[in-house]
T-cell receptor
Framework: RKEVEQDPGPFNVPEGATVAFNCTYS??????FFWYRQDCRKEPKLLMS???SGNEDGRFTAQLNRASQYISLLIRDSKLSDSATYLC????????????FGKGTRLSVIA | DVKVTQSSRYLVKRTGEKVFLECVQD?????MFWYRQDPGLGLRLIYF???????EKGDIPEGYSVSREKKERFSLILESASTNQTSMYLC??????????FGPGTRLTVT
């Protein structure tokens, strides 16, 4: 099983739609989880951290399921500007272990 | 705002040339990283450094070396460039183990 797995997409959704991405991770000792966003030909940027209790930032909701080892990102009321690749990121099992990046899920929001 | 700069956005080199990619961060971060990103393969860690003059191999260090003589600067060196090193190279810095601040990337083409 790969360390971090994501559906590569692309997800093509109309404006205003709700879309959800899932990501699975293999290291059950992972403690920290993130979603990064990468626009075309740009660098990745942190979108949000994922907390055990789940967290929300405007139209974005992130959830963690430790038992099943997956995290999710829900985007409500999609905007054209949400079109990007979303990277699932998980830390290693110790404080100094580098982050492990998923390959990303591509989202295209269509007018 | 954290700023991570990379010496070139685009670079074209010939096979066998020695290539230096420079990265500078202005936030006094201890940790710095070099990744390459290729279609279908995602972000892969080449080398990282947790302190001046320290370096650790990442997942794909072969064909690369690094130098960190000053805290703010982390250099990636391709001793003898090969065509399979054509890629997007991303530098990142981090104040701790987690969040990464990426530079804009250098698109290297080796002919």
């Amino acid at each position: 099983r790969k360390e971090v797995e994501q559906d590569p997409g692309p997800f093509n959704v109309p404006e205003g739609a709700t879309v959800a991405f899932n990501c699975t991770y293999s290291n059950s000792a992972s403690q920290s989880f993130f979603w990064y966003r990468q626009d075309c030909r740009k660098e990745p940027k942190l979108l949000m951290s994922v907390y055990s209790s789940g967290n929300e930032d405007g139209r974005f909701t992130a959830q963690l399921n430790r038992a099943s080892q997956y995290i999710s990102l829900l985007i409500r009321d999609s905007k054209l500007s949400d079109s990007a690749t979303y990277l699932c990121v998980v830390n290693g099992h110790s404080g100094n272990t580098p982050l492990v990046f998923g390959k990303g899920t591509r989202l295209s929001v269509i007018a | 705002d954290v700023k991570v700069t990379q010496s070139s956005r685009y670079l074209v080199k010939r096979t066998g040339e020695k290539v230096f990619l420079e990265c500078v961060q202005d936030m006094d971060h201890e940790n710095m990283f070099w990744y390459r990103q290729d279609p279908g393969l995602g972000l892969r860690l080449i080398y990282f450094s947790y302190d001046v003059k320290m370096k650790e191999k990442g997942d794909i260090p072969e064909g690369y070396s690094v130098s960190r003589e000053k805290k703010e600067r982390f250099s990636l060196i391709l001793e003898s460039a090969s065509t399979n090193q054509t890629s997007m190279y991303l530098c990142a810095s981090s104040p701790g183990s987690y969040e990464r601040y990426f530079g804009p990337g250098t698109r290297l083409t080796v002919t």
